[in-house]
């Protein structure tokens, strides 16, 4: 129990140094985890997001032939952004860990 609780303090003492020495490069590091996470798991949201104006506008026909197909696509392209972030989030690529795809996430307006 002891060494447990060492444990615990110790690593909480080391998120606090960590966060203080912290610079805009760990942040920015962390930025582009946070947002390959976000886009990883939310990523299926395109497929309404794509459909939602067609059914506005049209109907469901326009939204089924339309809107589905290219919410799929970005479905894809959206959950691939997320891994390739997820798993390059230390590199600084593209420069400043700038967003692949734009909308940096799903439901951000152009």
């Not at 799929?72 to 390059?88: L, P």
Request: aromatic share 12%; net charge positive.
């Amino acid at each position: 129990m002891k060494n447990l609780l060492k444990g615990i303090i110790i690593f909480v003492v080391a998120l606090m140094i960590l966060n203080i020495a912290s610079v805009s490069y760990a942040q920015s590091m962390a930025s582009k985890l946070n947002r390959g996470l976000i886009n990883i798991v939310t990523g299926w949201f395109e497929v309404p997001k794509n459909m939602g104006p067609d059914i506005a506008k049209h109907n469901f026909v326009s939204a089924f032939f339309i809107g589905l197909p290219k919410g799929c696509w970005m479905t894809v392209v959206r959950t691939g952004a997320g891994i390739y972030d997820t798993a390059t989030f230390p590199i600084p690529f593209p420069k400043d860990y700038k967003p692949v795809l734009e909308p940096e996430f799903v439901f951000t307006d152009k």
